[in-house]
C-alpha cells in the first residue's frame, strides 16, 4: 500500500466511449502525475500537477483530459480514444514537482482496453 | 536526446546474486532512481544516488559512476517473491525523470 489509490483497476471501453479515471492520495503531497505504461517501453510522462495547477503537458492528446480539483485529487477524463490507447495508466504524487531527491509514490494503475 | 538504457529480461537461480545495468544519457543530471514493480502492482522505490559510489541497502545495493553515466542495482540472496520488473529513472536539469523500459528478472528455483 503506497498511500495512493486508484479507480477503477480494469475498464474495457469501445473508441466512442467517454470514461475518466481517478487517484487520491492520501500523503499529504503537493504534486501529482498521470503516465502511460505499454508493454516493453519506458514510462511516458503525461501530465504534471503542482498545488492543482497543470505545469507539464508533454504533448499529449486532446482526448486525453486531466482534471485536479485539490491537491489529494487527480482525474483522467477519456473520449473516443483509439485501440493504441490501451496501456496501463499510473498515477504518481510526490512532494513537490521538483527538486533532486523527489520520491514518487505510485498507484497500482488503471490496465485500459480500448476496443 | 536523453536516453536510459536498461537489459530487457535477465534470468537468475534462487539464493544467487544479479546484477542490473543500466546507463543514461541525460540533460544535466540530478540524480538516478531505482523502482521495483511486480506484475499488475505499483512501482515501489528501492534507491536513490546522486553521489558516485555505492549505497547498500539490506539484500539491495545500488552503484552510481557519473563519469561513465552508469548504474547498477545489486540483488544478493535472491528469492523467489524478487521476480519482478526493474525500473530505471534518471533524473535531468529540469528535475524531470527519464525512464528506462525496465528490467523484467525471473527467479528460478
Known sequence: ETGVTQTPRHLVMGM???????????????AMYWY??????????MFVYSLEERVENNSVPS????????????????????PEDSALYLCASSRSPGGSYNEQFFGPGTRLTVL | GQNIDQ???????????????CTYQTSGFNGLFWYQQHAGEAPTF?????????????????FL??????????????QMKDS??????????????I???GTKLIIKP
Open chain 2, 99 to 101: 525512464w528506462g523500459a
Open chain 2, 65 to 78: 559512476s557519473r563519469s561513465k553515466g552508469y548504474s547498477y542495482l545489486l540483488l544478493k540472496e535472491l
Open chain 2, 7 to 21: 537489459p530487457t529480461e535477465m534470468t537468475a537461480t534462487e539464493g544467487a546474486i544479479v546484477q542490473i545495468n
Open chain 1, 63 to 82: 482526448r486525453f483530459s486531466p482534471e485536479c480539483p485539490n491537491s489529494s485529487h487527480l482525474f483522467l477524463h477519456l473520449h473516443t480514444l483509439q
Open chain 2, 84 to 97: 519482478a520488473s526493474y525500473l530505471c529513472a534518471g533524473v535531468d536539469s529540469n528535475y524531470q525523470l
Open chain 1, 16 to 30: 466512442t466511449n467517454k470514461k475518466s479515471l481517478k487517484c487520491e492520495q492520501h500523503l499529504g503531497h503537493n
Open chain 2, 46 to 62: 528501492l534507491s536513490y544516488n546522486v553521489l558516485d559510489g555505492l549505497e547498500e541497502k539490506g539484500r539491495f545495493s545500488s
Open chain 1, 36 to 45: 502511460k505504461q505499454s508493454a516493453k517501453k519506458p514510462l511516458e510522462l
